[in-house]
């Protein structure tokens, strides 16, 4: 790369692209011209203009599970037509839409009460993987455009402890929990809301299910569980968990940054779907970060690539990217279900610089692995001026320490030559945030297509689903199934463990 700089003194700006206020730097990457109009090729060869419109189209292109994919709808403006088997969806989004919206006016109008007649003035998230990281990261990162009294919290892990921490700082009279679950069957999900209606009993509430919101596709499992009709918000099959942040799995977003933020963040969605729609190849920045992607990933068999945001607000990124992208592409069998010929999604991992730059970066620099990375920084200094510029500067001189390395004797030698994107955006507003993460879900949709794999499906998750429900019914005094000898004697000492202590 250093000498790719050396002989073209204009690489970063032919390389420089930019969609609305975001600015991709994709210049300090291991390729020339020929690399970028030849890995094109390759996507001309998948036909990816064409695959992209079908994912429009509203086909069916999710083929394992017959259906379409369309979290674009979710974003699309009134006045557009987004068809599933004929009938147009935009309707129902935006009922729903308006609904969530309603529930966010009723709670921060002070409508809604809790058993005792008191306000209802936290609002907890149970939910787990798309139905909690999304929404999470959003309202984290939408801190400061901040529009409610109400306070927002979330839990999701099945460890008690994750949703104890919670309860401990909530009042049963004033709280009111949202379960969102797509498929409403999530053991982690349903477990915690269980134990959440049993601490509303435990302290006196006599109508706990009026203290519950749902946010699901299966609204019947939702009513079955005591949800009241009216309090059912819905989603569709046609959502992949990981990209429902948009519908009213954002309900605590919307409740953040009040309805004017939320249609931002739509807004700079959909900004993001026109540009993948309608941006020529060589243009279309989703595309062109797949094609680096696959170019490291086949090309040079790196295994992983990392995310560094040098931005407080996006400390969920890589969290949230490592579900959208690794559960998206971490496929063995193409789409048509045959062994794939190449490897798929790398690992993509990261945490916050500066912080990282103290604790993993040392590998990175001299490391023997080849680990693209991406930085993303804010050009806006919307607090402390003396520390965004520090930050600003540490997030650069990475990234042309990684690049042009420096020379030197055995361990004060760095080779350099480390690629890495980096991102600039003026502000951290609901505008760039929805624009960003609809960026990382058509980059994760362009890598599919030029693997040949489905995105759209987790097959991946069934099987420890499946076991894990045995292996609870087994330790709640169920039927002994028969295990291998790790498993059976790994089971006999935590059942031997917690006899001991009830005895
Ligand atoms: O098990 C994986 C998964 O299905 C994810 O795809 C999903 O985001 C998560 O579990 C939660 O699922 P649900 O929203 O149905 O509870």
Redesign the pocket.
């Known amino acids: 790369m250093r000498d790719l700089f050396a002989r073209d003194p204009d690489r970063a700006r032919r390389f420089t692209r930019h969609i609305g206020d975001l600015v991709v730097d994709l210049s300090k990457h291991r390729f020339a011209e020929e690399t970028l109009i030849l890995l094109l090729d390759l996507a001309r060869a998948v036909q990816m203009e064409a695959r992209i419109q079908e994912m429009f189209s509203g086909a069916a292109i999710n083929l394992s599970e017959r259906r379409p994919v369309l979290h674009v709808a979710l974003r699309a403006p009134a006045g557009s037509t987004l068809c599933v088997n004929g009938t147009d969806v935009m309707p129902a989004v935006h009922a729903e839409l308006g609904r969530m919206h309603e529930r966010v006016r009723s709670l921060n109008a002070g409508e809604r009460k809790g058993w005792t007649g008191r306000n209802i003035d936290t609002v907890v998230n149970i939910?787990?993987?798309?139905?909690d990281l999304g929404p999470r990261l959003a309202v984290e990162a939408l801190r400061a455009r901040r529009a409610t009294r109400l306070k927002v919290r979330f839990v999701t892990n099945l460890d008690g402890r994750d949703l104890h921490g919670v309860l401990e700082k909530c009042d049963p009279e004033t709280t009111l929990f949202i379960v969102?679950?797509?498929?409403?069957?999530?053991l982690e999900?349903l477990t915690n809301a269980d134990s959440a209606r049993g601490w509303l009993t435990q302290r006196g509430c006599p109508t706990p299910n009026a203290h519950f919101l749902a946010v699901t596709c299966n609204d019947k499992a939702a009513l079955k569980w005591g949800i009241a009709k009216d309090h059912v918000h819905l989603i569709w099959d046609w959502v992949?968990?990981?990209y429902s942040v948009w519908s009213a799995v954002g309900l605590p977003l919307a409740l953040g940054i009040g309805r004017a933020g939320f249609q931002e963040f739509l807004d700079g969605a959909h900004a993001m779907d026109r540009h993948f729609q309608q941006s020529p190849l060589d243009g279309n920045v989703p595309v062109l970060l797949a094609l680096l992607d696959v170019w490291y990933s086949d090309f040079y068999r790196a295994a992983t690539r990392a995310v560094i945001p040098y931005d407080q607000r996006l400390r969920l990124l890589p969290d949230y990217l490592g579900?959208l992208v690794m559960?998206s592409n971490g496929k063995r069998v193409d789409r048509h279900g045959r062994a794939v010929r190449q490897g798929t999604s790398p690992v993509v991992w990261g945490a916050l610089g500066t912080n990282s730059q103290h604790a993993f970066f040392q590998l990175l620099h001299q490391g023997t692995q080849l680990i693209p990375i991406e930085f993303l920084l804010p050009l806006k200094a919307d607090g402390d001026e003396r520390h965004q510029l520090r930050l600003v500067a540490s997030g650069l001189a990475q990234s042309k320490a990684l690049m042009a390395g420096r020379k030197g004797r055995e361990h004060r030698h760095f080779p350099g030559n480390q690629p890495s994107t980096t991102i600039l955006y003026p502000d951290l507003t609901p505008f760039t945030l929805g624009a960003l993460l609809a960026l990382y879900e058509h980059r994760t949709f362009a890598e599919a297509v030029l693997w040949g794999i489905n995105a759209f499906d987790?097959w991946g998750?069934e099987l420890g689903?499946q076991l894990t429900t045995e292996l609870v019914s087994q330790l709640e005094g169920g039927l002994a199934a028969a295990h291998d000898s790790s498993t059976a004697s790994l089971l006999d000492l935590y059942r031997k463990r917690n006899t001991t202590r009830q005895g």
């Open positions: 939910g787990i993987g798309g139905s969102a679950s797509k498929s409403f069957t999530t999900t992949g968990g990981r579900q559960e987790q998750v689903k």
